[in-house]
C-alpha cells in the first residue's frame, strides 16, 4: 500500500510552490502597478485564489477523491484530451524552467557573477530530476525541510521596525497606478502553484479530514509573506524610491550589518534555492503526471529525462533576465487561465456525470 500524503506536508508543499523569486521584487511591482499603499491589494488577491482553491475543494468532493485525468478521460474523447494534455504539459514545463531560469540568473548576478548560468542550471535540473523520479512523497518530505530553512529568515525584518515610518503609508490609496488589468494578473501569478493539488487527488487518504484545509492554510502563510515583506518595504522606503528599485527587498537586506557576517542578503538569496528548486520540480512533477496518463506504457523516468532535458534546451533562449521575466509574464496568464478554467471543466464534466446517475 502506497503511503498518503499528511495534510502537514501538502500545506508546506503548497507554501514553497507559491513563494519564490517573486518576494524579491512583489513590493516594486505592487508600487508600479497598484500605486500607493498597493500592498493592501495582496489581501484581494489572497482572496481570489482562497475563491479558486474553493473550486478544487468542489471538484475534490464531486469526484470523490478519484484523479482529474481518470474523470477528463472517462467523458472527454481522445480528440479534445491530447490537445489538453499537452498544453498542460507545455505550460507546467516550461514555467518550471523560466522559473528556475530566472532564480539562477538572479543568484549568478549576486552571487558568481563570472559563472555561466547555464552551468548553475545543469546542476540545478539534475537535482531536480533527482526529486521527481522519487515520487511525490519524497518530494513532499524535502519540501518539509525546505520550508524550515526558509521561514526563519522572516525574522530578518525585525531589523527594520526602528526605520519604518509610518508616513509612507500615506492615506492615499492605489494613486498613480498603472495598467492595473496586466499589473494585477502578473502580481496574482506570484500566488499560483496551489492548482497542482488537483493532481495530488490520489496521493491523499480521502477518508480523512484536512486536506483541502491545509490548501488554504498554505496560501494564508504565502500571503502572511509577502504581506510582511511587502509591508515592511512600503513602510522603509517612499512610495517613488519603491518604483525605481529592481530588488527591493534585496537592497533591503543590505542595510543589515552584523559584526560575524557580511552581505547578508546574499545569504538570504542563497537560501531561497530551495523554494525555487521545489517550483521547478513540482511543475515538472506535474507534467511528468500528465505525460504518463497521456501515454500509459511510457517509462516515468525516460518522461522525467525527456522534459528535463526540453526544459533545459528551451531555458537557453532568453539570455537576459528581462527577456525571462517577459516569458513568466504570458506563461503566468496562461497558467492562471488553467487554474480557472480546469477546475470548472471538472466541475461541469462532474455535474453532468453526476446528474445523469441520478436519471439512471
Request: proline fraction near 4%.
Amino acid at each position: 500500500m502506497k503511503e498518503k500524503l499528511h495534510p502537514f506536508h501538502v500545506c508546506l508543499l503548497v507554501f514553497m510552490n507559491q513563494a519564490g523569486v517573486v518576494t524579491f521584487f512583489l513590493p516594486r511591482m505592487l508600487a508600479q502597478y497598484m500605486g500607493y499603499n498597493g500592498w493592501i491589494t495582496l489581501l484581494l488577491f489572497s482572496a481570489i485564489a482562497c475563491c479558486n482553491i474553493f473550486l478544487i475543494s468542489v471538484v475534490y468532493r464531486l469526484g470523490k477523491g478519484r484523479s482529474v485525468f481518470k474523470i477528463i478521460e472517462q467523458s472527454l474523447p481522445k480528440l479534445v484530451v491530447f490537445p489538453l494534455y499537452s498544453l498542460l504539459i507545455a505550460v507546467w514545463t516550461l514555467l518550471g524552467c523560466m522559473v528556475a531560469k530566472q532564480y539562477i540568473m538572479l543568484f549568478q548576478v549576486f552571487v558568481f557573477p563570472t559563472t555561466p548560468p547555464m552551468y548553475m542550471k545543469l546542476l540545478f535540473d539534475i537535482v531536480a530530476y533527482s526529486l521527481i523520479i522519487k515520487g511525490i512523497y519524497n518530494i513532499s518530505k524535502a519540501a518539509t525541510v525546505f520550508f524550515w530553512m526558509v521561514i526563519w529568515t522572516l525574522i530578518l525584518l525585525l531589523f527594520f521596525i526602528r526605520g519604518f515610518e509610518w508616513v509612507n503609508l500615506t492615506p492615499f490609496f492605489f494613486q498613480e497606478s498603472t495598467d492595473v488589468i496586466a499589473g494585477g494578473l502578473s502580481i496574482f501569478s506570484a500566488f499560483l502553484g496551489y492548482e497542482l493539488v488537483l493532481l495530488l487527488f490520489p496521493y491523499v487518504d480521502s477518508k480523512k479530514k484536512g486536506f483541502m484545509k491545509a490548501v488554504y492554510i498554505g496560501n494564508f502563510l504565502t500571503t502572511f509573506t509577502y504581506l510582511a515583506v511587502s509591508l515592511t518595504c512600503f513602510g522603509f522606503y517612499s512610495f517613488k524610491q519603491l518604483t525605481k528599485m529592481k530588488f527591493p527587498l534585496i537592497d533591503l537586506l543590505a542595510y543589515i550589518r552584523l559584526p560575524f557576517l557580511e552581505r547578508i542578503e546574499n545569504i538570504f538569496i542563497a537560501l531561497y534555492l530551495v523554494s525555487s528548486l521545489i517550483t521547478i520540480t513540482i511543475y515538472i512533477w506535474a507534467a511528468v503526471e500528465t505525460t504518463q496518463s497521456l501515454i500509459p506504457r511510457a517509462n516515468k523516468r525516460w518522461i522525467t529525462g525527456i522534459l528535463v532535458c526540453l526544459a533545459f534546451g528551451v531555458s537557453w533562449i532568453p539570455d537576459v533576465l528581462s527577456e525571462v521575466e517577459l516569458w513568466l509574464k504570458y506563461l503566468g496568464y496562461m497558467a492562471t487561465g488553467i487554474a480557472f478554467g480546469l477546475p470548472l471543466l471538472l466541475i461541469v464534466i462532474l455535474a453532468i456525470n453526476n446528474g445523469g446517475k441520478k436519471l439512471a
